[in-house]
């Protein structure tokens, strides 16, 4: 009988099945790495050239127009936001009340100086008045007699001082009656245009009630305010233009009226008031100017379009025109396609006349500035220069000068 053959203990088998399952999970990790790192590879790759592909992609030319900085010799002037104010202006209304008689006056007419506009009701105040008119006549009456008396020494002085005082006495009443009655008579006090009557016939009307405004608009007047800086610039007499919306296109002159003699501590400014003839009447209290203030002499600037200027949250810019580099790799180093290309330059600028605007710091005379198609210009984006394209720029023309 043979021997059986010794069996595997369970030890040996454990260990066996370990062996085979860590072979399998290092086949399966292989196998993702692999497979990942293809898929990453691939979108890398891909990355890659797509990102080669745009670096060496060429830039497709912006057409433009295009200005060269100018030298130009502008007037010394300040500019500010004034009202027009009536050399004379009114609210009437009634010093008494009573009840509207008469209307002697049409809406927006031009009156005269003491025209009678409105009439109350005074029949009871003209009463009064005449009867102590009369009492008047008669205490002058009585003083006339009782001077005779005195100069014939019939009277002592006492009763002739005490006639001449009840005559003055009711002469005054009278007087003073008689200006009650002149209440009931609203009439222009100056020479000027009216506006819309607020009353009717009939209408009672207590003390103050408005009852036509009255404007005197020839001349009239503009108010201002500047910088205490130009305190010991401007002076009286200095020229003076003025804008409106009304009129666009129309400049109003005059000259500074007055400086005030003190600065406001609360904005540091200072007011004017300047004068300007108006006999057409087209300028009207109320009326929002745009005031242009002429000082002596001349100044040079830089001056570009103002269509030139970009104006962004970190600046001022402009695109400066430069020639292109060729391309790398051109041929005898010829330049293929636009000759020009554009940088963004910071700038600083200054005041404007028109279409135009002074340039402080950032460019030189002979510098050329993109000044149409700016939205689609980036640094060295090659251009065609169409100065069809461009808009008119106009200088402001000169105001009066001082």
Request: charged share 20%; glycine share 10%.
């Given at each position: 009988m043979n021997p059986r053959a010794p069996s595997p203990s369970n030890h040996d088998t454990a260990a066996s099945s370990g062996r085979r399952t860590a072979v399998r999970m290092v086949i399966m990790l292989v196998l993702l790495a692999i497979v990942f790192g293809a898929v990453f590879g691939a979108k890398w790759f891909g990355n890659f050239m797509m990102a080669q592909y745009l670096e060496n992609m060429p830039t497709p030319p912006a057409t433009i127009s295009?200005?060269?900085?100018?030298?130009?010799?502008?007037?010394?002037?300040?500019?500010?936001?004034?009202?027009?104010?009536?050399?004379?202006?009114a609210d009437l209304t009634s010093e008494a009340g009573g009840i509207v008689e008469a209307i002697h006056f049409e809406s927006g007419d031009r009156v005269e100086k003491g025209k009678l506009l409105v009439s109350l009701d005074s029949e009871e105040q003209i009463g009064d008045l005449k009867r102590l008119r009369a009492q008047a006549d008669l205490a002058?009456?009585?003083?006339k007699r009782r001077e005779q008396l005195y100069k014939l020494e019939a009277i002592s002085k006492s009763d002739y001082d005490a006639a001449v005082a009840e005559a003055d006495a009711a002469k005054a009443a009278a007087e003073?009656?008689?200006?009650r009655v002149a209440q009931k008579q609203i009439r222009a006090p100056f020479a000027?245009?009216?506006?819309?009557?607020?009353v009717n016939v009939g209408q009672?009307?207590?003390?103050?009630?408005?009852?036509?405004?009255?404007?005197?608009?020839?001349?009239?007047d503009v108010d201002f305010s500047l910088p205490e800086q130009y305190t010991g610039t401007v002076q009286a007499g200095f020229k003076v233009s003025v804008r409106v919306d009304a009129y666009p296109q129309q400049r109003f002159t005059g000259e500074v009226l007055a400086v005030e003699p003190r600065v406001d501590p609360a904005t540091r400014n200072f007011g004017l008031r300047a004068r300007l003839p108006n006999p057409d009447g087209l300028l009207r209290a109320g009326q929002f100017g745009r005031v242009v203030l002429s000082l002596p002499g001349e100044r040079e600037v830089l001056a570009i379009p103002r269509t030139a200027v970009e104006y962004s949250s970190y600046g001022t810019s402009v695109f400066v025109l430069q020639p292109r580099k060729p391309p790398e790799g051109s041929e005898g180093g010829e330049q293929q396609g636009p000759k020009d290309e554009v940088v963004q330059r910071f700038v600083r600028i200054g005041d404007s006349r028109g279409d135009f605007v002074a340039v402080i710091?950032?460019?030189?005379?002979g510098d050329r500035v993109a000044t149409s198609g700016l939205m689609k210009l980036r640094n060295q984006t090659p251009v065609h220069i169409d100065n069809g394209l461009a808009?008119?720029?106009?200088l402001d023309p000169q105001p009066p000068q001082t």
């Open positions: 295009a200005s060269e900085v100018q030298s130009m010799r502008w007037d010394n002037r300040l500019e500010a936001i004034g009202t027009l104010v009536a050399v004379n202006g002058e009456l009585n003083r003073a009656q008689a200006g000027g245009q009216l506006g819309i009557r607020q009672y009307v207590s003390p103050g009630t408005p009852i036509v405004t009255l404007q005197s608009l020839d001349p009239i710091e950032g460019l030189q005379p808009p008119d720029a106009k």
